[in-house]
């Protein structure tokens, strides 16, 4: 049989003349009058068809070349893959045929390993596989067969088809009966060392936790919900290594992200594992600095000199990068210039208009990223005024920079409000020039968002044709120009040739209006992104090319105007002290475990809270694990609680950890043994809210759900301590009748949020209530009996925080995230699960934070109440405002009886009636 283009297969795909003929076990492929090829059918990985509207394409991957077939019709070429899969079978069946009569002591050596008394892990097979192949030449040959994905055991005697099935199965299959056998050894183990699970800690372990310290493949990763027990897990895995002998404890290292965590696992293991370590050594507990320091001291010689700065809280080091800043500000002026110019007019991320679904949403934005005034909302300008939008806002700032008068809405100088239209007031009007100035949210292609729908372009050509036929002067800028970066270049050419005067405010001016404005610190932001940057090995170039495909080209060019120099003025400052911070240690210890100059002596390497892993600690581990394939890795941690991406945490690695390390095995366990069912359940609901994060089902040991999430609302800041007094002497109460004393924690997305009347409150409650302030990140961890978080609201010093889930960052994540909010989602999981028994939620009314309103959502009623803050406490019925999307709506008594209306009142002026029943209730 033989096969070749036709006529017009080869006119309309412009093919060359080919032919393809089998000849024995090869197939024989002619391409013109001189170019024949030879190709053994066994050599031919895959046939894959690539089918267009008429023809397709052939191609043939072997094992040295890859043939390409063009001409075929769509028909041929089916037939062809389907022929050239046959032959290729019948080929391996041939030549498999003579080695089947060793498939009997394969399939025994196979009935051997089996019968080792340990988990077998996919490093044991393929040393399995390598030490059959080393024995026997003919075993070696059936092997690679058995590999060869055309491969069809159909074609052998039958007699053979059982053998040949099951080491397929082995070497290129899902390994089945390899799960099965494991999954029996697991559940012997678990009654064989029943003794040693019951009391390797206080409580004995569940099965999970059990599961997790057997089971024992190359990369075991285990999630763990909050609260379930994982540092128990570690200690029983590490006892279960000793107890069976896999390894001794000198060859077991256990890393920590923090000082206190690896000395708290030291102790730990001391104390519960006493039997395992007598006479034998110490298990290596460290943390991931601490390795990098001993690596670099035992190839050098000496220790290196880490910053004074570096800590492995790393505390201090947005005050470094804020030093300097100072710095750079007061000695070179351009940079002084770019400084001031990214905090006034990009401070803050632009949401662009065509990512909201609805006009709400947007109205939802605003209200989070503004503030309120005399019963108006906006975002507030360096002039005072509160303006629109974030767009307008830059405007308006790069106005008062330069020194340009200019009146924000002031009233169109005719009137033109008639049945169709309002009175008009243009966004800026320039006195000096006597011209008005509107901003407009159109495309490139002069369309409007869909939130605005068709009215929104029609009013544009209104006020185009008002200012014609008035002869009013308009100047005109676009989102469009905005997201090119090109709308100042545009606007001050515009301004220029009519004559407007550019009087530039000094810096120090500009920046005295902006600490006015009380906007948090970039300093942790730029420490942030130097850290990724430094661990992804990005170059200037290389983040100025990736600046020029953000969204927002103006803000990502202006970022780097500022960050590149304070970057190169922090690598000058660590060469003038001659030392390293933590970044150039990892790499640095990386580099010496790949070139060989540092040998580990590890089997088993096991890390604590692996969803806080950076780029440069995962490819130390990597390079210790390549270093030896024998050694394991057990990596234990809860993406649900990745909250430190400002130390370069990269929560890709967990989300894709098969693919950063290899064959996994992934445990779970969900039973936490610290907050109730209902905070569980509530914060699962909302933690699940981004698909990214991996799913699981949590159950709690405590039962309880009914109001175990209360949202506290008060009215002014300075009501915030009153309504914390309130519950405070409540909870004391409940202390003094339980004749206990009760763990409190405040816990603040932001350290200024510690109230000032803390110390009194511990001095008054001292015995029945120990309270403590701790930030949200600190509190990571921890537990108290009742937590109470503070600050959830909108605005400025909001919770979420804009700047923390800056897009700023896409810039050097190696896959950002694009769930909104990502990264504060998360923080605001780990404060709702500190608690055990109840989560307190402080909300502002006119401020409410969008976190707040989520718990506020259906389901979750009954577990989530809204209450006043006040003494009494009343719990007024609540539902999130479908219109606005920032209020609440809640139970007015009117003149013709109760009803619903938005807490936003009167800028969201929804309403709704209340039915019967809840009237009732």
């Known amino acids: ?397 790069w106005l008062f920079m330069n020194g340009i008068p200019y009146e924000y809405e002031r009233t169109y100088e005719y009137d033109t409000a008639d049945q169709q239209h309002r009175q008009y007031h243009p966004d800026f009007y320039f006195s000096d020039i006597d011209s008005y100035h509107e901003h407009f949210a159109l495309d490139d292609n002069g369309k409007a968002p869909a939130i605005f729908k068709g009215d929104y372009e029609e009013g544009v050509r209104w006020k185009r044709m008002l200012h014609s036929e008035k002869h009013t002067d308009l100047i005109e800028t676009t989102s469009a120009m905005y997201r090119a970066g090109t709308l100042f270049r545009h606007l001050e050419a515009e301004l220029r040739t009519r004559g407007q005067q550019f009087k530039p405010r000094s810096p120090q001016e500009v920046l005295a209006r902006l600490a006015e404005l009380k906007l948090p610190s970039y300093g942790g932001f730029i420490r942030t992104f130097m850290t990724l940057c430094k661990s992804g090995g990005l170059s200037p170039v290389t983040l100025a090319e990736k600046a020029n495909s953000q969204r927002d080209r103006y803000r990502a060019r202006a970022f780097l105007d500022v960050v590149v120099p304070v970057f190169q003025a922090y690598e000058a400052k660590l060469a003038e002290l001659r030392c390293i911070d933590f970044e150039d240690m990892i790499r640095t210890a990386t580099s010496y475990v790949r070139e060989g100059k540092f040998k580990h002596p590890y089997q088993l390497i096991l890390v604590d809270e692996f969803q806080d892993i950076a780029h440069g600690r995962a490819q130390l581990v990597l390079a210790m694990l390549t270093q030896n394939p024998d050694c394991r890795l057990f990596a234990v941690g809860d993406d649900w609680q990745s909250i430190y ?64 999430i209360q949202i506290l609302e008060y009215g002014a800041d300075d009501d915030v301590e009153a309504v914390l007094a309130a519950e405070l002497e409540t909870l004391a109460g409940i202390a003094q009748t339980e004749q206990r004393s009760l763990r409190i924690f405040l816990l603040g997305r932001y350290n200024h949020l510690r109230p000032g009347s803390l110390t009194s409150w511990q001095k008054r409650y001292a015995g029945a209530l120990t309270i403590q302030f701790l930030s949200l990140h600190r509190s990571k961890g921890l537990e108290a009996d009742y937590v109470f978080l503070l600050g959830v609201i909108s605005g400025p010093y909001s919770f979420p925080s804009e700047i923390v889930d800056d897009p700023l960052l896409d810039l050097v994540l190696p896959v950002p995230e694009t769930f909104e909010y990502s990264e504060e989602r998360r923080l605001f999981y780990v404060g709702l699960t500190r608690a055990k028994r109840r989560t307190y939620v402080l909300t502002k009314k006119s401020r409410v934070s969008r976190f707040v309103q989520e718990l506020l959502k259906p389901h979750n009623r009954g577990t989530v109440i809204y209450r006043s803050g006040k003494a009494s406490g009343n719990h007024p019925e609540v539902e999130p405002c479908p219109a606005c999307g920032t209020g609440v709506l809640r139970v007015i008594n009117g003149q013709y009886g109760p009803f619903m209306a938005c807490s936003n009142y009167p800028d969201c002026s929804e309403k709704k009636k209340l039915n019967v029943a809840r009237t009732r209730r």
């Open 645 to 708: 991406r400002f130390t370069g945490s990269d929560i890709g690695i967990m989300a894709n950890f098969a693919h950063h390390f290899g064959v996994t095995a992934t445990n779970y366990l969900t039973r936490t043994f610290r907050s109730n069912q209902g905070i569980t359940d509530v914060a699962a609901s909302f933690i699940q809210a981004n698909p990214s994060q991996l799913k699981k089902a949590v159950q709690a040991i405590d039962t309880a759900k009914e109001a175990t």
């Open 1 to 397: 049989m033989g096969f070749k283009p036709s006529f017009f297969g080869k006119l309309f795909t412009r093919s060359d003349h080919w032919t393809l003929v089998f000849s024995g076990d090869t197939v024989v492929i002619q391409a013109g009058a001189t170019g024949i090829a030879t190709i053994p059918l066994p050599s031919i990985q895959t046939v894959s068809v690539q089918k267009g509207l008429f023809w397709a394409t052939v191609r043939l991957n072997a094992e040295s070349s890859v043939v390409t077939l063009r001409g075929v019709s769509r028909g041929q070429s089916i037939r062809l893959q389907n022929e050239l899969r046959k032959v290729i079978s019948q080929a391996l069946s041939r030549l498999a045929a003579p080695s089947a009569q060793f498939l009997t002591s394969v399939i025994a050596n196979l009935e051997a390993l089996y019968e080792q008394p340990r988990y077998l892990a996919n490093r044991d097979l393929h040393l399995w596989g390598q030490s059959q192949a080393s024995e026997n030449l003919e075993i070696r040959k059936l092997i690679e067969l058995l590999k060869h994905p055309y491969f069809d055991k159909a074609l052998l005697p039958r007699d053979l088809e059982s053998d040949i099935q099951r080491l397929q199965d082995v070497l290129t299959g899902q390994r089945l009966e390899l799960a099965r056998r494991n999954e029996r050894f697991v559940a012997n183990e678990m009654k064989r060392l029943k003794p040693f699970f019951d009391a390797v800690e206080s409580q004995p372990l569940t099965d999970e936790q059990q599961r997790a310290a057997i089971v024992s493949e190359d990369r075991s990763l285990l999630i763990a919900a909050a609260g379930s027990g994982k540092s128990s897990t570690v200690v029983a895995k590490i006892g279960y290594a000793l107890e069976t002998g896999f390894c001794s404890p000198a060859q077991i290292l256990a890393l920590a992200f923090n000082k206190t965590a690896a000395e708290e696992l030291d102790t730990r293991i001391s104390t519960r594992l006493a039997a395992q370590l007598t006479g034998r050594g110490s298990v290596t507990s460290r943390t991931f600095h601490r390795l990098g320091l001993d690596i670099i001291a035992a190839v050098e010689g000496k220790k290196p000199d880490l910053a004074p700065w570096a800590n492995e809280t790393r505390d201090s080091e947005g005050s470094i990068v804020e030093e300097l800043i100072h710095t750079l500000a007061t000695t070179d002026r351009s940079f002084l210039e770019k400084w001031v110019t990214f905090q006034a007019v990009c401070f803050r991320p632009n949401k662009e208009l065509p990512r909201f679904q609805t006009r709400q949403d947007y109205d939802a934005y605003l209200r989070q990223v503004g503030e309120e005034r005399d019963g108006h909302k906006g975002i507030r300008s360096l002039n005072g005024e509160l303006v629109k939008s974030m767009e307008e806002v830059a405007i308006a700032n």
